[in-house]
T-cell receptor, first 111, second 114 residues
């Protein structure tokens, strides 16, 4: 399975934008890029996913590089509730729905 | 609407015992997956079931088994418990077994082995 690389940790101030990077240089043409986050003492929560084009939803935006070897999850205005571990995951058609998590990025949001 | 529910929320067992964890998916979801999350690491895939059939298995020993019932709920069984089985066990459900559907997670069962 294609591997993703994320920084171990990032920090932000409340109400500032946050850009969480993810490198996936071995991505294949059929891999979707998914982001999940895990708040303390909770299960992971789906955030967003995309294939080639940038995507927006109520939670975040996903910017995908033109060569698809990297992507960035954008939180437009961080809140204290956004403090979580963020996971960037590639999903292949052969994995039948299973997710392969790395260590993710621990996001700290300061008031 | 109710999300994914797991029971119990916490459990303490001793080495060598057996444990059964339960999961109820979101109504209408036919796929259930199980994950193990050791402290400080991301969740690791254990099993996926879809329409009561096993569709995938992660790199876990045969002591781990699971099943899915006609109502799509699921159980995870672990025999001969080891100290290393102490972890958060997560259940996730999705509409179908395909790759694109987002998975919805419960808050897990915290299993402690003494």
């Amino acid at each position: 399975d294609a591997k993703t690389t994320q920084p171990n940790s990032m920090e932000s101030n409340e109400e500032e934008p946050v850009h969480l990077p993810c490198n996936h240089s071995t991505i294949s043409g059929t891999d979707y890029i998914h982001w999940y986050r895990q708040l303390p003492s909770q299960g992971p929560e789906y955030v967003i996913h995309g294939l080639t084009s940038n995507v927006n939803n109520r939670m975040a935006s996903l910017a995908i590089a033109e060569d698809r070897k990297s992507s960035t999850l954008i939180l437009h205005r961080a809140t204290l509730r956004d403090a979580a571990v963020y996971y960037c995951i590639l999903r292949k058609g052969s994995t039948l729905g299973r997710l392969y998590f790395g260590r993710g990025t621990q996001l700290t949001v300061w008031p | 609407d109710a999300g994914v529910t797991q029971s119990p929320t916490h459990l303490i067992k001793t080495r060598g015992q057996q444990v059964t964890l339960r999961c109820s998916p979101i109504s209408g979801h036919k796929s259930v997956s199980w994950y193990q999350q050791v402290l400080g690491q991301g969740p690791q895939f254990i099993f996926q079931y879809y329409e009561k059939e096993e569709r995938g298995r992660g790199n876990f020993p045969d002591r781990f088994s699971a099943r899915q019932f006609p109502n799509y709920s699921s159980e995870l069984n672990v025999n001969a418990l080891l100290l290393g089985d102490s972890a958060l066990y997560l259940c996730a459900s999705s509409l179908a077994g395909t790759d694109i559907q987002p998975q919805h997670f419960g808050d897990g069962t915290r299993l402690s082995i003494l």
